[in-house]
C-alpha cells in the first residue's frame, strides 16, 4: 500500500475527524495510539494497517462497517495508471463476466479487486464530459449484474479437481457463493467512493456518502435489516441507561438543601453554614406510561422505545404501554411476553390490539380521547406520560382538550416526534399546536432517544 499524495498523520487525522463526524467517541488519547500503532506496523502491509487502526479507535463490532468503508477512503488501494485508462475504455460487458466467475470461482481477492476497479471506470462513469466528478456503483453493478453469476460459479466449484465429494452442501455452497458476490459488490461501492474522492475530496465523500452505524440512521427511513440491528442494541443500551438513572437517582436521594433551616443551624457556628441541611426525598419510584402510534412509517421508532423502556422496567414502579391507530388499547403484556422475540414485536401488536376502528388511519385526536376516557387510571401525580408520534392527524381534529387533560393529570407529558422541526405544522401535521401543551422533542435516531430517554426519565 502507498500512501499516496499525503502524509500518513494527515490520512490519520482525516479518518479520526470523518469517524468523529460519524458519532465515533475517538479522544486525543486513542488518536495517539493510532499513531504508534501505525509508526509499529508499517504501511507495507494494507489490511495490517486497518486491524492496527480499528484495535485502537473502535469500542465495539458495530462500529467496524463504517470503519472499513472510511479506512478505504483514506488508505486506498494502490492503483496502476493503467487501471485509470478503464474509464476512457469500456471492456466487454460478456469477456468481463467471464472474468468475474472466474475470479468468484477461485476466491481470488486480487483479481477482483482489479475486476472492480475496471467494472467502475467502464460502466460506472456519469457525467457531461471527462472530466465528471461522478460514478455510480448502482449503474456500474445494474450493468454487469454478478448475481446472475451464482449458477455457472457453483457447477465450476463441482466440477473442480478434488470435488467429487464436496465439502459444502448444495445449500451452504450456494451461500458460500454469494457471499463472494456480496463482497465484491462491496469493492464495486468502494472504488466509487474512492474515485469520487478523488475529485470532490476525501473529507466530504467521507461524511456524505458513507451510511453511518445504524444507531444514527433515520427512524422513518431505516429499512427492516437496520430496524433488526437496532433491536440487538436494545439491551446494552438498556444497560447504560439503567446505570445513569441509578447514579441521578441515588444523587437525588440525598435531597437538596433547606435554605432556612441550613441558615437556622449556621447560627451555632458564626453564620458560616459549616452543616447543610438537606431536605430529603421519600424513596420512591415513578411510574411510566407510553403511549404509541403504531401505524405506517413511525411503527419502527414506536417499537424501539417500547422494547427500551421494557429492559428498563425495573428502574420503575409501574409501566404501562399502550399503542394506537385511530383507537389505543393496553400492549404491556404483549411486550412482556414478546422480549425473545422482538422481530415480531409489531405484527404481534397489530394482530392482537384493537388499534383501528372503521377505517386504517392514524387519527390523534379519537386516539387521544378515548385513552383519556378508558385509561384515566393509569395517570396520577407519579405518572410520566411519553407520547411517540409524528402529530400528523390525516386531516382529523386534534382533539386538544384531551390531551390537556392528559397533562393535568400526569405529573409530566414528553411528547417524543420522530420528524425534523423544520416539518412540524406541513400537510397535516399539528405538531405546533401539540407543542404548546406539554414538550415536543425531536427523536429522529436511536442516538437521539438514547440521549433523551437518559435526560428525560424521572427518578
Same mark, same amino acid.
Given at each position: 500500500?502507498?500512501?499516496?499524495?499525503?502524509?500518513?498523520?494527515?490520512?490519520?487525522?482525516?479518518?479520526?475527524?470523518?469517524?468523529?463526524?460519524?458519532?465515533?467517541?475517538?479522544?486525543?488519547?486513542?488518536?495517539?495510539?493510532?499513531?504508534?500503532?501505525?509508526?509499529?506496523?508499517?504501511?507495507?502491509?494494507?489490511? =495490517? *494497517?486497518?486491524?492496527? @487502526?480499528?484495535?485502537?479507535?473502535?469500542?465495539?463490532?458495530?462500529?467496524?462497517?463504517?470503519?472499513?468503508?472510511?479506512?478505504?477512503?483514506?488508505?486506498?488501494?494502490?492503483?496502476?495508471?493503467?487501471?485509470?485508462?478503464?474509464?476512457?475504455?469500456?471492456?466487454?460487458?460478456?469477456?468481463?463476466?467471464?472474468?468475474?466467475?472466474?475470479? /468468484?470461482?477461485?476466491?481470488?481477492?486480487?483479481?477482483?479487486?482489479?475486476?472492480?476497479?475496471?467494472?467502475?471506470?467502464?460502466?460506472?462513469?456519469?457525467?457531461?464530459?471527462?472530466?465528471?466528478?461522478?460514478?455510480?456503483?448502482?449503474?456500474?453493478?445494474?450493468?454487469? %449484474? &454478478?448475481?446472475?453469476? /451464482?449458477?455457472?460459479?457453483?457447477?465450476?466449484?463441482?466440477?473442480?479437481?478434488?470435488?467429487?465429494?464436496?465439502?459444502?452442501?448444495?445449500?451452504?455452497?450456494?451461500?458460500?457463493?454469494? !457471499? =463472494?458476490?456480496?463482497?465484491?459488490?462491496?469493492?464495486?461501492?468502494?472504488?466509487?467512493?474512492?474515485? *469520487?474522492?478523488?475529485?470532490?475530496?476525501?473529507?466530504?465523500?467521507?461524511?456524505?456518502?458513507?451510511?453511518?452505524?445504524?444507531?444514527?440512521?433515520?427512524?422513518?427511513?431505516?429499512?427492516?435489516?437496520? @430496524?433488526?440491528?437496532?433491536?440487538? #442494541?436494545?439491551?446494552?443500551?438498556?444497560?447504560?441507561?439503567?446505570? +445513569?438513572?441509578?447514579? +441521578?437517582?441515588?444523587?437525588?436521594?440525598?435531597?437538596?438543601?433547606?435554605? =432556612? +433551616?441550613?441558615?437556622? %443551624?449556621?447560627?451555632?457556628?458564626?453564620?458560616?453554614?459549616?452543616?447543610?441541611?438537606? +431536605? %430529603?426525598?421519600?424513596?420512591?419510584?415513578?411510574?411510566?406510561?407510553?403511549?404509541?402510534? *403504531?401505524?405506517?412509517?413511525?411503527?419502527?421508532?414506536?417499537?424501539? #422505545?417500547?422494547?427500551?423502556?421494557?429492559?428498563?422496567?425495573?428502574?420503575?414502579? !409501574?409501566?404501562?404501554?399502550?399503542?394506537?391507530?385511530?383507537?389505543?388499547?393496553?400492549? #404491556?403484556? @404483549?411486550?412482556?411476553?414478546?422480549?425473545?422475540?422482538?422481530?415480531?414485536?409489531?405484527?404481534?401488536?397489530?394482530?392482537?390490539?384493537?388499534?383501528?376502528?372503521?377505517?386504517?388511519?392514524?387519527?390523534?385526536?379519537?386516539?387521544?380521547?378515548?385513552?383519556?376516557?378508558?385509561?384515566?387510571?393509569? /395517570?396520577?401525580? =407519579?405518572?410520566?406520560?411519553?407520547?411517540?408520534?409524528?402529530? %400528523?392527524?390525516?386531516?382529523?381534529? &386534534?382533539?386538544?382538550?384531551?390531551?390537556?387533560?392528559?397533562?393535568?393529570?400526569?405529573?409530566?407529558?414528553?411528547?417524543?416526534?420522530?420528524?425534523?422541526?423544520?416539518?412540524?405544522?406541513?400537510?397535516?401535521? *399539528?405538531?405546533?399546536?401539540?407543542?404548546? /401543551?406539554?414538550?415536543?422533542? &425531536?427523536?429522529?435516531?436511536?442516538?437521539?432517544?438514547?440521549?433523551?430517554?437518559?435526560?428525560?426519565? &424521572?427518578?
Amino acid at each position: 500500500m502507498s500512501p499516496g499524495d499525503s502524509a500518513p498523520a494527515a490520512r490519520l487525522t482525516g479518518l479520526v475527524g470523518a469517524l468523529r463526524a460519524h458519532g465515533f467517541r475517538i479522544g486525543t488519547g486513542e488518536t495517539v495510539d493510532a499513531g504508534q500503532a501505525l509508526e509499529a506496523v508499517g504501511f507495507t502491509d494494507r489490511e =495490517r *494497517v486497518r486491524e492496527a @487502526l480499528a484495535a485502537t479507535l473502535l469500542h465495539g463490532e458495530g462500529q467496524r462497517p463504517v470503519f472499513d468503508q472510511v479506512f478505504d477512503l483514506y488508505f486506498p488501494l494502490g492503483h496502476t495508471p493503467a487501471a485509470e485508462t478503464y474509464a476512457n475504455t469500456p471492456p466487454d460487458l460478456a469477456a468481463l463476466r467471464e472474468r468475474l466467475a472466474e475470479a /468468484l470461482t477461485a476466491g481470488d481477492g486480487a483479481a477482483l479487486d482489479r475486476l472492480a476497479a475496471e467494472a467502475v471506470g467502464g460502466f460506472g462513469g456519469f457525467g457531461s464530459g471527462p472530466d465528471s466528478d461522478g460514478w455510480s456503483s448502482y449503474q456500474t453493478l445494474s450493468r454487469l %449484474r &454478478p448475481e446472475t453469476l /451464482l449458477a455457472r460459479v457453483r457447477e465450476r466449484l463441482r466440477a473442480a479437481p478434488g470435488a467429487a465429494e464436496p465439502e459444502f452442501t448444495e445449500r451452504l455452497l450456494d451461500d458460500e457463493i454469494r !457471499r =463472494r458476490i456480496e463482497a465484491f459488490r462491496e469493492r464495486v461501492r468502494t472504488e466509487a467512493r474512492r474515485r *469520487v474522492a478523488e475529485r470532490q475530496g476525501r473529507d466530504r465523500v467521507a461524511r456524505r456518502a458513507v451510511a453511518g452505524t445504524a444507531d444514527s440512521v433515520d427512524f422513518l427511513l431505516a429499512g427492516r435489516a437496520q @430496524l433488526d440491528e437496532l433491536r440487538r #442494541t436494545v439491551r446494552p443500551l438498556a444497560r447504560k441507561l439503567a446505570t +445513569r438513572l441509578a447514579a +441521578r437517582r441515588r444523587r437525588a436521594s440525598r435531597g437538596e438543601i433547606d435554605l =432556612r +433551616r441550613t441558615l437556622r %443551624r449556621s447560627l451555632s457556628t458564626g453564620g458560616v453554614p459549616v452543616r447543610p441541611v438537606l +431536605r %430529603r426525598r421519600p424513596p420512591r419510584r415513578p411510574e411510566l406510561v407510553l403511549l404509541c402510534d *403504531v401505524s405506517g412509517s413511525v411503527a419502527g421508532f414506536a417499537q424501539f #422505545t417500547m422494547l427500551l423502556v421494557q429492559a428498563l422496567h425495573d428502574q420503575f414502579s !409501574r409501566v404501562r404501554v399502550f399503542a394506537f391507530v385511530n383507537r389505543v388499547d393496553e400492549v #404491556t403484556g @404483549l411486550i412482556a411476553r414478546g422480549s425473545a422475540d422482538p422481530a415480531g414485536l409489531g405484527d404481534r401488536i397489530l394482530a392482537e390490539a384493537e388499534l383501528t376502528g372503521w377505517h386504517g388511519q392514524s387519527d390523534y385526536g379519537t386516539a387521544l380521547g378515548e385513552f383519556a376516557d378508558r385509561y384515566a387510571e393509569a /395517570l396520577g401525580p =407519579r405518572t410520566v406520560v411519553f407520547v411517540l408520534g409524528d402529530a %400528523r392527524t390525516n386531516g382529523s381534529d &386534534p382533539n386538544l382538550a384531551a390531551l390537556k387533560g392528559i397533562a393535568d393529570r400526569a405529573r409530566r407529558v414528553h411528547w417524543l416526534n420522530p420528524e425534523q422541526p423544520s416539518l412540524w405544522g406541513t400537510g397535516d401535521s *399539528v405538531a405546533p399546536a401539540y407543542a404548546g /401543551l406539554v414538550e415536543m422533542r &425531536p427523536c429522529r435516531n436511536a442516538r437521539q432517544l438514547g440521549a433523551l430517554i437518559g435526560r428525560l426519565l &424521572p427518578v
